[in-house]
């Protein structure tokens, strides 16, 4: 057992704090890392939940001398809220808008606000908070003050440091200070006196009156036309504001705030300066090129025409999307191999203006003979080519191996035009290395990630790392760069800070440091006093991979481990309700850390890495931060890096099984299909049993819902009895023939459904066989009985192999089993099959899937259908929305003409299969379908037909909101027209 020892009495905090607080292995294991490449331990994890909580902390920290390290969602890439101290999540309760003046244009937010869901709250009132980061559906304000963070747009906006109007914060003797404007008068009155707040004004007044030092500071720092500088303390920026600088600004130490990373003071609250929303019109052109210099010479030429944003994409990220399930799609603009293209956005009042501008644009590269394919994308299409470059970061993770492009170098920033000979003298030194390099982002403001390919496993490389690191930071040097432009300098730059600024400035830096903070208590080791930057970091150097032998295929991923390891900490999994999406449901619902994929990641890299166990899936702490795992699949899709949890999960819990034994209630789950054969032979009895007993309850499902009741009939018995009659007198189409799978949940709860998808495909002039088959295993896979999954997938594969083809497909009813065919079983067959396996997949398809590609292909009319109007909410299962899309049935419902189909904005319903139905899961389940599906269920009218593909989702939805929720096929079915005896329900 891993255990984490501390002699600190945090008991005694436990009496004053009203927030959470956390010591045990699990927390200070998953709150040991960022999205940086550095691991430490914490002692501590607190969530407070006011200021009150945390003057309680800093006293606790004073007399117990220990650190607090600030921190919000992290996604931190520099190892800002890495260290061995307590760590303050401010995320979970200090999430509140406090206050907004839509006459001023300004807001009050706690730290913990969402960017995203900030903007969404000022969208109605015309307003938004300018600096926009890659990382907007997750990262908060107190982190993007803390990282004076940017974004894309720049150009327009600048850094979070531009728009921040004050900050309330705790000083370290645990004084209440808000640091705003202050005019010279009352700035010489704030250095009068004794308190804390008045040294630190005094200080500031001492170090920036110096003329030595004023001429130190403009010297050494940055050039202070980079608009992305963010080295050190700004006390550049305090330096270029009254009384310092004649005809300056008023003096604001918020400045001064931002970019300290947690360093200075503890924030409570923070004023934003708001801007208008931008026109409504936008158009974005994407320039291809044939070379990374020739994008570089491109994007000069682009700014002359005064972009809102310029962002770059290497060939190296685009070749990563074409595996990244969410991200293929956002692949539509692009034309043959660019080795770099370029992202330019312009906003105008016509759509003609920017029309004019492109022409102009693109007349002027093909006269300098830059690029091939110049593309202009409007509408909502320019969101898809945003959100590929968002996920520049993540899938730089799904680089197969232990060598990865690592964050070392990847926030440099120099003036724009320098940028061409910076690069090509960076390209020189990596050369000298035989290194490879992944340039991205924002190159019109002059800052592009650098990410060098290393093995950070490797001693050699970590030697590099370091090397490579203080030679950039000469080379960013040199050009009068910062080697931060806005993810700050945490751990990975700290320590060539005085390189950057000079060691007398760094000096200042560290008196500042002393002044505000004497008893080292917030974050430590950031800005000042950095350890080295090749320590601590997340695997140790020499440390050979554990090679782990799996049932599921990882070969892929290289294995087990590597395929945790793919979770680089970006935090994607932190999305909400607000920002949308389907990942990860848990975590919506608790707003808790340990719900995140990033957790169980983080839990499962850090026990398997350190375990001393021959069986090192044996570990409890291990089972129960996946046990809130609903294996919905989202993270396999909108996660960057595809780390599929639902995998990682199942062969998990098939090993921890192995040690602990399976528990009865997972027995009768995975067995189900079983059971069912057997009570089947006497559905009353059964129904009985199941509905009018507490046997149900004694098994540990919840009393607060009723378990599915068996049909009177199994769907296979009906269809021996009744297809030979129904084709009799149908009209089949020549050559026109599917094969149906009987999933466990058709064959013995929805029976009318399997009839009404004979009745259906039968009437649209489709023979229909079900093959020989048995059940999907889905009840297996989730509930880690995977060797018996294992072996349920090949027989599946062996008896469909030489039966399903390009012509005579394979359909499904219920997602999570047909989904099997494509997701599950190509890992999951032995060796000898899988080549099958990936055919068997690619000719399997959703119903849904099926219908709509024989209607693009005209072999299905819309005349067959009437032409009533009628409106229809679609929930989409999960893993349709995982592995396949919601469009397939988005469409097939949009068949009949005057059929209105939109899309409830839900993520996983909740259900999960059996999840639901379990006792200590039914309250989370139920969160998880009040987040949306309810309340957008809800609202509906009476007459607007409620639609959910699987089983799971439209039991959720009735016992949720007393609606009854039909399948696509139901509604297709009630929409024929058609005299036949074919849709005759008698049969």
Request: charged share 25%; proline share 5%; glycine share 6%.
């Amino acid at each position: 057992m891993i255990t984490y020892h501390h002699t600190i009495p945090f008991n005694q905090l436990k009496t004053t704090f009203s927030g959470d607080l956390y010591t045990d292995n699990i927390h200070l294991s998953i709150y040991a890392t960022d999205a940086s490449p550095y691991r430490q331990l914490p002692l501590a994890v607190a969530y407070p939940k006011d200021a009150n909580d945390i003057k309680e902390l800093i006293r606790f920290a004073r007399k117990q001398k220990v650190s607090l390290i600030p921190r919000t969602a992290g996604t931190s890439l520099a190892g800002q809220v890495v260290g061995e101290g307590m760590i303050v999540d401010v995320s979970r309760y200090m999430s509140g808008i406090i206050e907004l003046n839509i006459e001023e244009k300004w807001v009050k937010v706690q730290p913990g606000v969402i960017l995203d869901e900030l903007n969404k709250f000022l969208a109605p009132h015309g307003l938004f908070f300018g600096p926009e980061t890659s990382t907007s559906n997750r990262c908060m304000i107190g982190g993007m003050v803390g990282n004076n963070a940017c974004g894309a747009h720049s150009l327009i906006y600048g850094s979070t440091r531009d728009h921040l109007l004050s900050v309330k914060v705790l000083l370290s003797d645990g004084s209440e200070v808000v640091f705003e404007s202050v005019s010279i008068g009352e700035f010489e009155e704030k250095c009068m006196g004794d308190k804390l707040e008045n040294q630190i004004y005094r200080q500031l007044k001492e170090i920036l009156s110096n003329p030595e030092n004023q001429q130190e500071i403009r010297e050494q720092y940055p050039d202070k036309q980079l608009r992305r500088r963010n080295t050190g303390y700004a006390i550049d920026i305090l330096l270029d504001s009254a009384p310092f600088t004649p005809d300056a600004p008023d003096l604001n130490v918020a400045k001064l705030i931002a970019g300290s990373e947690g360093t200075l003071a503890f924030i409570t609250e923070i004023k934003l300066n708001l801007v208008s929303l931008p026109p409504k019109i936008k158009g974005v052109m994407a320039a291809h090129f044939e070379t990374l210099e020739d994008a570089l010479e491109a994007n000069l030429i682009a700014l002359e025409f005064k972009p809102g944003a310029v962002e770059m994409m290497d060939r190296t990220i685009l070749e990563l999307t074409k595996d990244n399930i969410s991200q293929q799609p956002n692949r539509f603009f692009l034309s043959g191999n660019p080795e770099a293209i370029l992202i330019i956005e312009f906003a105008r009042e016509t759509k003609e203006e920017i029309e004019d501008i492109c022409q102009q644009m693109e007349a002027k590269l093909r006269a300098r003979d830059l690029g091939f394919h110049y593309p202009v994308i409007w509408g909502k299409d320019i969101n898809r080519i945003w959100n590929l470059r968002k996920s520049g970061l993540g899938v730089l993770s799904n680089m197969k191996g232990d060598a990865k492009p690592v964050s070392l170098i990847e926030d440099t920033a120099v003036p724009v035009h320098n940028l061409s000979a910076y690069i090509a003298e960076f390209k020189q030194l990596l050369a000298s290395y035989r290194l490879s390099c992944v340039y991205h982002a924002h190159v019109g403001t002059g800052e592009l990630h650098l990410r060098p390919v290393l093995n950070l496993k490797l001693k050699e490389d970590v030697k590099i790392f370091r090397e490579l690191g203080t030679k950039v930071a000469l080379l960013v040097k040199k050009y009068k760069g910062s080697l931060s432009g806005e993810h700050g300098d945490g751990r990975l730059r700290g320590e060539f800070i005085p390189l950057m600024v000079g060691k007398k400035n760094y000096e200042l830096l560290k008196q500042i440091k002393q002044t505000w903070d004497s008893d080292n208590i917030f974050n430590p080791g950031k800005i000042t006093g950095t350890p080295p930057m090749d320590t601590s970091l997340r695997y140790e150097p020499g440390l050979p991979t554990r090679e782990i032998e799996t049932i599921f295929n990882f070969s892929s991923e290289m294995g087990y481990m590597r395929a945790v390891e793919k979770c680089n900490g970006s935090g994607d999994c932190r999305k909400t309700e607000i920002t949308g999406g389907l990942m990860c449901p848990s975590y919506m619902a608790s707003r808790d850390e340990q719900q995140t994929t990033r957790a169980r990641a983080n839990i499962l890299r850090e026990y398997l890495t350190h375990s001393t166990k021959q069986n090192p899936f044996d570990h409890e702490e291990i089972y129960k931060v996946l046990d809130l795992c609903l294996s919905c699949k989202g993270c396999k899709s909108e996660c960057p890096s595809n780390v599929d949890m639902a995998k990682l999960k199942a062969e998990f819990l098939q090993h921890y099984h192995d040690a602990n034994g399976v528990p009865l209630r997972t027995k009768l789950i995975a067995n189900i299909n079983g059971l069912n054969k057997i009570g089947s032979k006497l559905p009353a009895l059964t129904n009985f049993i199941l509905d009018k007993t507490v046997l149900p309850s004694l098994l540990g499902f919840t009393p607060e819902r009723k378990l599915p009741l068996l049909a009177n009939q199994t769907f296979s018995s009906w269809y021996k009895k009744h297809y030979p009659v129904l084709v009799k007198s149908a009209k089949l189409k020549k050559g026109k023939k599917v094969y149906l799978f009987n999933d466990e949940f058709t064959n013995h709860y929805d029976v009318e459904l399997g009839q009404k998808t004979v009745k259906l495909l039968v009437a649209l002039g489709y023979e229909v066989i079900i093959p020989e088959h048995v059940e999907s295993g889905r009840a297996f896979i989730s509930k880690g009985l995977i060797r018996k999954a294992k072996k349920i997938a090949e027989k599946n594969v062996r008896l469909l192999k030489d039966v399903v083809s390009k012509k005579t497909p394979l359909v499904g009813i219920e997602p999570s089993s047909i989904l099997s065919f494509r997701d599950e079983y190509p890992d999951l067959v032995e060796a000898s099959l899988r080549h099958e396996a990936r055919q068997l997949a690619g000719h399997t398809f959703l119903i849904d899937e099926f219908i709509v590609q024989e209607f693009k292909a005209g072999s299905i009319d819309a005349a067959s259908f009437h032409e009533e109007e009628k409106n229809i909410s679609l929930h989409c299962h999960c893993h349709q929305k995982a592995i396949a899309s919601s469009q397939s049935t988005l469409d097939m419902l949009s068949i009949p003409k005057n059929y209105h189909v939109t899309e409830i904005p839900s993520g996983c319903c909740g259900m999960a299969g059996s999840f639901g139905y379990e006792k200590e899961h039914y309250e989370l389940s139920q969160q998880i379908g009040e987040l949306v599906l309810f309340k957008q269920v809800e609202q509906l009218p009476d007459n607007t037909l409620v639609v959910a593909q699987g089983t799971s989702c439209r039991s959720q939805i009735k016992d949720g909101t007393k609606r009854e929720a039909l399948h696509p096929v139901e509604v297709l079915f009630g929409a024929l027209i058609s005299s036949s005896s074919t849709t005759n329900n008698t049969l």
